[in-house]
């Protein structure tokens, strides 16, 4: 007996199109892209604050490259109306491409949102530390605390110059909308240097108890991760966004590993937005390569182990990863796997992803 590929070929189960809404220049090498959502596909676009999606980009050497962005947009705020963030980069061909090209009416093709960069509750107090573009997922993270939740929100905003600070007016208007629970605290390279341990560490000790959320070039979140450290701030409490660039191409269905019961088949129990899924799991497939195939739309980006957008809850029995390059011991202990690394090591077992 063997089991069959399901997929279509040349589609994945997240990949859809979307067409560029709004395009604006926010600094002289960045732009914000919005994506208007049509409403027969807002379900599948409905997202935390903090999460990515990963869209195809035109390359005439290699026909497309699949790169993540960071969604600006609160999905507390922004109804049906997706936002990106997207600076130029020395060197760096995707993102430059976007700054040249992109334009409204653009239709552009696009993995759902997925990522771990969230927030288990918008009720706390929370700190943030962007860096740069990392501002992008912050600012979801910012605008959805402020509106949904009741804790009180600092951000410490890092950039090299008064020119280079993206979504500066959105920032200003957020200020004085919610002037008694956000306090924010630029930094600039021109003005100070490089961020210094003395000013994270006096932050993180004024707000003491806060969650901790750093997303920008690793250098910075080292030194907040250090800082937090250094004030006695559980490992736990510290959140750091993590992309690894993409080597193999997500949207290429091809890659999908065929199924087949060669080596024996185990029982798969997943509750996966909103419903609870019984299926066959070949024992040599990973679990995400079998929901795709089988046309459920599990979330992912990388399927390198590199990214975490897979990332679901073992519940009961039991799975090994093929590689992982993202989970830290704490995120093992706490139950998550990555779905497109996991082979079954027990005859059953169930996970989930709609309950990290
Ligand atoms: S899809 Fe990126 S780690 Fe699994």
Known sequence: MSVEQENRPGTTARSRTLTVSEVVQETKDSVSIAFEVPDEIVDDFKHLPGQFITLKIPSDQTGHVARCYSLSSSPHVDDFRLEIGVKRTAGGYASNWLCDNVSVGMEVTVLTPSGKFTAKSLDVDMLFFAGGSGITPVLSLVKSALVSGSGEVVLFYANRDADSVMYERQLQQIRSEFAERFTLVYWLESENGLPTSVAVEKIIRDHKGSSIFTCGPSPFMDLVERSAAACGVDHSDVHREVFQSLAGDPFDTATLRRLSDDEGVAT?????????????????????????????????????????????????????????????????????????????????????????
């Open 268 to 356: 798969a129990t997943v509750y996966l937005n909103g419903e609870c899924i019984t299926t066959e799991w070949p024992r040599n497939t990973p679990l995400l390569d079998v929901l795709l195939s089988r046309g459920h739309n599990a979330p992912y980006s990388c399927r390198e182990g590199a990214c975490s957008a897979c990332v679901c809850k073992l519940i009961e029995g039991d799975v090994e990863m093929a590689q992982n390059n993202i989970l830290v011991n704490d995120d093992i202990e706490d139950g998550e796997r990555l779905a497109c690394q996991a082979l079954p090591l027990t005859d059953a077992v169930t996970v989930s992803f709609d309950d990290l």
